[in-house]
């Protein structure tokens, strides 16, 4: 197995933080925060010009298929975690807990998704509908479901300001995309490799930026190699049974086999871009957020490698 190379990255990138927190730091010199909050609405509006109003239009048919991998992403994943809940003890859980609450609330990856159906032979058109219409949802679902637990953190959650920056640097970009596409559309697709590598650019800076605060002020000191482990596993079991889930409930709902493909492919799928993006939006410069993407990012990893075996083996078998 080929090991990802964005996957590196990123642990080349936490590295980099451990070694040099005093970067990432508000006093710093460099102007993360500024680069990024501009990066941030770029990979949005090239997502706008990327957005086809034709294949999403041709998607919305198959509602059976669309209402499963949305329940999955949005209201199954989520509860499975609020079931647990009730067990907190302490305020390290809770972070924990958040953390994780955090990764369920989040929409569903686009590139990646798309990709692995395609390769597993799935409903190609249904998984470019659902990606794409789930980071949209996302945008509104996504604080809905914090603003239920993270004023009793430590964030200061306001919703208007939440939106007010939801809509500065995602909405307004993708639609400001979306009505400059017939003009710029065709840049877009050719220059889609170099779009995805500006994208993850960005991903790697906010996730560094993330970090070197978290090392700075030692948030960190508590974690054992031990807990990252349980993390790990804990991870591990909440992705398997969503997989196993929705294609039990794709077989209920007797979906043809590329229906099935496409349902377990984007129905346990979570964003990392939008994932960092709604991190630096929601909860702000807290000193615990590297802590809240931990999950996020083992669940990257995790559904990169599992989905990827998956589909190279259907593929083959096909």
């Not at 479901?145 to 939440?162: P, R």
């Amino acid at each position: 197995m080929k090991i990802d190379g964005f996957v590196l990255s990123i642990l080349a990138v936490i590295g980099l933080a451990y070694v040099f927190p005093q970067w990432g730091i508000p006093t710093s010199k460099i102007p993360i925060d500024t680069i990024s909050g501009i990066g941030i609405s770029l990979i949005f509006f090239f997502y706008g010009l990327k957005l086809s109003p034709e294949k999403l239009k041709s998607g919305v048919k198959n509602w059976r298929l669309h209402l499963l991998i949305q329940a999955s992403t949005f209201l199954i994943f989520p509860l499975l975690v609020l079931a647990f809940q009730p067990f907190i003890q302490n305020e390290e859980q809770e972070i924990i807990w958040l953390a994780f609450f955090f990764l369920a609330a989040l929409p569903s990856t686009v590139s990646s998704s798309v990709v692995m159906v395609s390769i597993a032979k799935g409903n190609i058109p249904a998984a470019i509908f659902n990606a794409s219409i789930s980071g949209i949802i996302g945008v509104i679902l996504t604080p809905l479901w914090m603003g239920l637990f993270v004023q009793h953190a430590e964030a200061n959650f306001s919703f208007t300001d939440i939106y007010i920056k939801l809509i500065a640097q995602i909405i307004l970009p993708v639609v400001i995309g979306v009505l400059l596409q017939r003009f710029f559309g065709e840049f877009a697709k050719k220059y889609s490799k170099q779009l995805t590598l500006f994208d993850k650019s960005i991903i790697l800076l906010i996730i560094f930026k993330s970090f070197a605060s978290s090392f700075h002020d030692k948030i960190f000191s508590s974690v054992s190699i031990l807990d990252l482990i349980l993390l790990f596993i804990a991870v591990l079991i909440l992705f398997c049974i969503l997989f196993f889930l929705t294609g039990f409930l794709a077989n209920k709902m007797k979906f043809t086999t590329e229906d099935q493909i496409t349902a377990q492919f984007c129905g346990t799928k979570k964003s990392l871009v939008h994932g960092t993006v709604f991190s630096k939006i929601i909860f702000g410069n807290i000193p615990s957020i590297g802590i809240i993407l931990l999950p996020l990012m083992l669940f990257h990893a995790i559904q990169l490698l599992i989905i990827s075996i998956v589909a190279s083996k259907m593929n083959a078998d096909n």
